[in-house]
Each structure stands twice: as structure tokens, then as C-alpha cells.
């Protein structure tokens, strides 16, 4: 049997998975196991932010695994502690908590909002303000947020009191905000739903919003955050900062790590006792995610993710202007997507199994770009030049 029938004998369905097995990686690009070679526009869903075998992150892990791997978090180590320190630097925020993943972040986001309205004395029918065509994980908490109701239904009922706002409508957000406004949480640039980054006016009027009430700002920068707008935190990009942030994705580069931060008061908000995890932070993770921060920094990682994220601009200025296919343009940096007037799905397969092009989707008519960070402006034309081939 081939792994592809005996995964589909075994792994819970949850997932339409393309017929591909992924071996081996190298810089930006992927080998099946035929050896075939592929060019990776898509990063392991924004994750592979320095490729793969970016020199000295390989290296963190093996000699943090010679070390020690794991301890709990009833004991200091010395990774986590460095990682924190690197990350509150970068970011600005006074506290930082490791988890596993992106949900497990906004479940920590969201127990900080929680606990904030409690510390007020909020009425227990509080109310958080989250954003539609939004996605914030899987989990009860993190689903309760995400405005796709087609990802929330089956799972009714979920935490109450979530009010959806529209996304950029500063007027949706404002006519939802009352005294009962715990918190609004929100991706500065949103992903799954289609690659939407906030305009300034929005973000600003928000954070306002928040700051004459007493509401909590949480921003979602799980998939726009570490350099991939090419600000290290998109809301760097805007000149507007949020009491609470959440990280994930290309945090670890592949090791799965996940934060979340806050500051001033929300840095406090919870207390001993209060939040846990057994992995959160270990010593393993924490080297990785400690080097691939020292890399961001040295190799200036924003400053490239500038440079070559303006050229995918124009590259996808051109294409949507080529084809009658092609309906908009949305994102920065390398986060950026390509919406069509068809669903997306048979160019993306087309691309990876004829033309040998890793790209995905975001929602059913968006092809979203999140490519490693790392790429060229040769890489760019290739796939440029490859697309083309597929959507004619
Ligand atoms: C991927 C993602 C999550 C969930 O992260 P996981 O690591 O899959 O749990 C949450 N928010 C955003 C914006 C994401 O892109």
C-alpha cells in the first residue's frame, strides 16, 4: 500500500488532502518522494519563514536536543527565557506566555480578556467584539471568534456574547461597543478569509475605541506577524499597538511554538495559578524560536520581505491586469492574494501537480501568497511564469 491509502486508512478525515509526500526540503524548495523538486509558495501554511535548512536553525535544535528537551514549567530554563527577551524587544509588550500553536495562543488572549473583565467588574454578561470572515483556530474558544459561521455551526453552542463586526467599518465596530465591551480581537491583516490587511483609519479608530472605554485591543499576528507584512509586527506598520498580541506560525520555523503578549495592564491581568502548560515554552522550542529571532535581526529579514514583496506587488499587478480572470489584488509584503471570479481550487491542484508550484488558498476564490521570506526575485518570476501557464 502507498502512505497516501494507508493515511487515509488511518488519519481522522478531517482534511482533502492533495496527492503529494513530501520528503525533504531545502531553501525554498520541496522534494516528493519521487524526488521530484517543487517551488514552495506556500511556506507550510506561513510557517517555513526562513525556508528549510536555513543555516544555524538546524543547528539550535541538535544542540539544544544534546542539552535537554523538555523540563515544565515548574522550573526555569534557559531558551525560554532568552526567546522571551528577544520577543518582548522586538514587539514592545512588557509579558510574554508560550503555548503550542496559533489557537492556543487566543485561548490565552482570551482568558486575559476575560480575566481583565472580571478584575473591572464587568457584568458577567460581558461582550467581546470579534471581526467577520475572521479565523482564530479550531479550538471552542478560538472557533467562538472566527466569523465563518459554516466553521462555527456544527459546534453551537459556543462561548456566548461574541458580536460580529464588519471588517474595515469602523461605524460596524463603533454601533456594537457598549460599557458591557470586554474586548475586540481581530487580525490586522486577515488571512484565511481572504487576505484583508486593515486601513489605518480602522485599526486607529478601533484602537481609540478601546482606550476611551476600557476595552482590550487583542491582534491576531499569527499569520501576518514576524515579518511577513514586512514591519516585524504588521501593527508596527500602522503606528498602533495592541494591550494583547498573539504568535505563532513562523515563530519556530517548523517547531511548533506559539505566544502570547501583553502589556500594562493586561501584562497582569491573570495571576499564579490562573494559566498552564506542560510543553508551553520548552527548552527545545524556545532554542529555535531564540535563533530564528537572532536571524530576523541579523539578516534583516523585514527589510528583504520589503524589497521583495514590492516586486510580488508589481508581478501581481501585472497578472491580474493580463488575465479576465483575476478580479483584485489585496496584501504587502508576502502576504499578499490574487482574487478570481471562479473558485481557486483546480488552478492551485493544476499548479501543484503539473507545474510543480506549492501555492494555497484562502477561502474558495482567493489564491493567498505566503511564501518563506526568504525568497527571490528570481523565485517570484517562476512562479510567475509557471501561474501563467495554469490560468491559461
Ligand atoms: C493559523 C492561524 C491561527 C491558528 O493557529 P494554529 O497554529 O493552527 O493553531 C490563528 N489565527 C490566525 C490568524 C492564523 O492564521
Known sequence: MTTIDRAENTLYKTYSRFPVVFERGEGVRLYDDKG????????????????????????????????????SNLFYNISATEAAEKLLKVSGMDRVFFTNSGTEAIEGA????????????????????????????????????TGNA??????????????????????????????????????????????????????KGVRELCDNSGALLILDEIQCGMARS?????????????????????????????AFLAQGEAANAMTVGDHGSTYGGNPLVCAVASKVLDIYKEKDIPGHVKTVGEYLFVKLEELKASSDKVVAHRGKGLIQGLEFNVPVADIVRNALINEHLVLISAGKNVIRFVPPLVITEGDVDEMVVKLLRVIR
Open 230 to 258: 514586512g514591519s516585524m509586527f504588521a501593527w508596527q506598520g500602522y503606528g498602533v499597538k495592541p494591550d494583547v498580541m498573539t504568535v505563532a506560525k513562523a515563530l519556530g520555523n517548523g517547531f511548533p511554538i506559539g
Open 36 to 71: 521530484t523538486e517543487y517551488l514552495d509558495f506556500g511556506a507550510g501554511i506561513a510557517v517555513m519563514g526562513l525556508g528549510y535548512h536555513y543555516p544555524g536553525v538546524d543547528e539550535a535544535a541538535k544542540s539544544q536536543i544534546e542539552k535537554l528537551v523538555h523540563t
Open 110 to 145: 482570551l482568558k486575559i480578556a476575560k480575566r481583565h473583565a472580571y478584575n473591572r467588574g464587568l457584568p458577567a454578561d460581558y461582550e467581546i467584539i470579534a471581526m467577520e470572515h475572521s479565523f482564530h483556530g479550531r479550538s471552542i474558544g478560538a472557533l467562538s471568534v
Open 150 to 203: 459554516h466553521y462555527r455551526e456544527p459546534f453551537d453552542p459556543l462561548i456566548p456574547n461574541i458580536r460580529f463586526a464588519e471588517f474595515n467599518n469602523l461605524d460596524s465596530v463603533r454601533s456594537l461597543f457598549s460599557e458591557k465591551t470586554a474586548a475586540v480581537i481581530m487580525e490586522t491583516i486577515q488571512g484565511e478569509g481572504g487576505i484583508y490587511p486593515a486601513t489605518e483609519e480602522f485599526l
